[in-house]
T-cell receptor, first 115, second 114 residues
């Protein structure tokens, strides 16, 4: 595997379900991100992990819970979602720090549908 | 708040012609800009970047121009091909050591007409 991978690629869930999205980066980066992409809206940054510590939480509802067990893996745990949470969820990674610019590499995304 | 926006949501270009996609940004502290391409069913893919101390950068068939005076960014694609059909996003980065953050525009859908 190369780059950034995400599983599952598609997910349909009911509002009472609990599910998790997984992201893995094979680039040796030290920062990982979750974004939400809805139709006709800019990419919305949800969470940032830098050196395995959460450094950003953009007022995301608590029904979304991120987890970063190591620098290569990132999870997004989902619980009691709403239909308006249906979107494409993108994971990205980058190498941050002195001398580095924030070129983020994206995974293919998980298309989430909440019924 | 700071924002990145695109002038046109859609653009259609005849195959073989050149295309220009524009982007306006508002954060004068941004030090790095990226253009991404997103094809249907895929995540955004890096195309080209430019640092704020430059006004032009060229890649293979693509050129990015940065005008800091009017806070404007453009992506030029030469000799367009059907595979160039996609949504193109600009993004700006404000350097804040240890807390890097990209802000994205809404995107322009480019359609190449055969």
């Amino acid at each position: 595997e190369t780059g950034v991978t995400q599983t599952p690629r598609h997910l349909v869930m009911g509002m009472t379900n609990k599910k998790s999205l997984k992201c893995e980066q094979h680039l040796g980066h030290n920062a990982m991100y979750w974004y939400k992409q809805s139709a006709k809206k800019p990419l919305e940054l949800m969470f940032v992990y830098s050196l395995e510590e959460r450094v950003e939480n953009n007022s995301v509802p608590s029904r979304f819970s991120p987890e970063c067990p190591n620098s290569s893996h990132l999870f997004l745990h989902l619980h009691t979602l709403q239909p308006e949470d249906s979107a494409l969820y993108l994971c990205a990674s980058s190498q941050v720090g002195l001398g580095n610019y924030n070129e983020q590499f994206f995974g293919p995304g998980t298309r989430l549908t909440v019924l | 708040g700071e924002s990145v926006g695109l002038h046109l949501p859609t653009l259609s270009v005849q195959e073989g012609d050149n295309s220009i996609i524009n982007c306006a940004y508002s954060n004068s502290a941004s030090d790095y800009f990226i253009w991404y391409k997103q094809e249907s069913g895929k995540g955004p893919q890096f195309i080209i970047d430019i640092r704020s101390n430059m006004d032009k950068r060229q890649g293979q068939r693509v050129t990015v121009l940065l005008n800091k005076t009017v806070k404007h960014l453009s992506l030029q694609i030469a000799a367009t091909q059907p595979g160039d059909s996609a949504v193109y996003f600009c993004a700006e980065n404000e350097s804040n050591f240890g807390n890097e953050k990209l802000t994205f525009g809404t995107g322009t859908r480019l359609t190449i007409i055969p």
